[in-house]
Structure formats: structure tokens, C-alpha cells
């Protein structure tokens, strides 16, 4: 499954980042660029999903 949110050129990722985490529920991994790397969206992701943030 893929899930997409088209948004404007001068709308941060990191905005529409909780919608997309919502519709995660279930999988394994999420990947995502550096635009979502924040302590706050894996938080949210933890909270949400129950998945864990692997770092390297």
C-alpha cells in the first residue's frame, strides 16, 4: 500500500507528516527523507503505530 499527499511547493513536509503517519497502522516500517526527521514526528509515530525509530 502507498499513501500520498500532494500539497503545494511552499508546504513543508513536516506538515502533512501526522497525516501520513495515521495511515500507517500495521506496517513494519515507514521510510521517509530528511524532511521528516524530527524527534517530534517519530514521537508521533511511536504513539500512533507502536513502531520503533531504528537510528544509525
Known sequence: M??????GGSTHDSKVAPNIADTCKG???ILSD???DSNQFYDYIFEKTGLMQLMT
Open 2 to 7: 502507498h499513501d500520498w499527499i500532494i500539497t
Open 27 to 29: 506496517f513494519k516500517y
Open 34 to 36: 530528511s524532511a521528516y
